[in-house]
């Protein structure tokens, strides 16, 4: 049969799409070949690190007059008893006493799952649907003699579990913030570990990513390059944000979509887990030539970065950390304070199990530095209207001070250390 010229149009379309449809699906799914899993000798959490805390936390709780403390489902239920749990409106949560073993209360139904990630020794109590979960709490507590003592609720805790406890306990419902934060504030050489590893992922996806980075991209497509590597490195990607151009000015970006071309700031903001404990890098990089401004900005940035972990000194306030990097911001014109152009949030936080926990490098912290405590460092600069530039590296302190997870890298020019 004689092939009319809409037909001929026809027959090769359909013999084009299937290259163009494997074009696509290369673009979506990258050649991961040469990235291998980095976490092979990543070593979990055992049961001596556990029972450590739970002795930590009961010596906590004894020095500061606390008979027990209630931890809801999170990072926190996690650190004390393994048991890995979503918060709903059906209360799952473990009653931590000064002495002997927990407590975890449930309902009845979710007590065999509950089993499957619970790993210390424990009690666990059951209600069932029509039932009040709390009386469960303070039938625990007055069985173990401590229905008259001080009762410490995690910072995280919701209204309705605190305020159904102080009705029904004659004894003073207080902060648990003395006991959890006083375990989780200070990592061991087992948490550092795990945040190391992680690190290390990120800081290969960085490396991997870097180079793919193509005029015309956006930053979900950045962020879906580094999302792919990072799993194929072993880790799970908690967040990959990428700000092009102007969002780059604002910390957490802009609903508008930009797309790479020659000269613009890249702004990547990204981190993973690695069982439990994650990491947090940021790092900024122009595509194509950057100009003379750009480059200022990236080496003032990069300076404060060093002077914020200059400043990071055993027994120094958390807040004095902050405040030398934005006395070196001020002398530079920036700000002063959390003005814009400058540095408009603190220059780091605290970081382990959650990407962001207590306490901050900010303004005003008292707390002291201390061996074991974790931060991010990341005083970056934002010029509304044109840019902004942030480098992000996490530091653990030690006896003799802080020491890098991911060095900070050494140039605009080598953007990625």
Known sequence: MPLTPGRRDVLRAAAILPLATAAVVRAAEPDLSGLNDLTGAAKPIDAGERAGRLKRAQGLMRANGIGAIVVESGSSLVYFTGVRWGRSERLTAAVIPVEGEPCIVTPFFEAPSIAETLAVPAQVRVWQEDEDPIAVIAGFLKDRGLAGRSVGIEETVRF???????????????????????????????????????????IAAYRWVHPRVEAGMTGHDIGALMDAATRKLGGDPEFSMALIGEAAAYPHGSKKVHKVADGQIVLMDCGCTVQGYQSDVSRTFVFGAASKRQRAVWDQVARGQQIAFAAAKIGTPAGSVDDAVRGFYASLGYGPGYKLPGLSHRTGHGIGMDGHEPVNLVHGETTKLAAGMC?????????????????????????????????PPPSIDQPVG
């Not at 902060?175 to 200070?186: D, E, I, L, Q």
């Not at 990592?187 to 190391?196: D, G, N, S, V």
Request: net charge neutral; glycine share 10%.
């Open 160 to 202: 309705f579990a605190y305020d159904g406890l102080a009705r029904r306990m004659p004894g003073k419902i207080v902060s648990a913030n003395p006991v959890v934060r006083g375990c989780r504030m200070v990592k061991t050489a087992a948490e550092i570990a795990l945040m190391q590893t992680a690190t290390d992922v990120t």
């Open 375 to 407: 931060f991010s460092d990341e005083p970056g600069l934002y010029i509304p209207g044109e840019f902004g530039v942030r480098l992000e590296d996490c530091f653990h302190m030690t006896p003799s001070g802080p020491k890098w997870f991911s060095v």
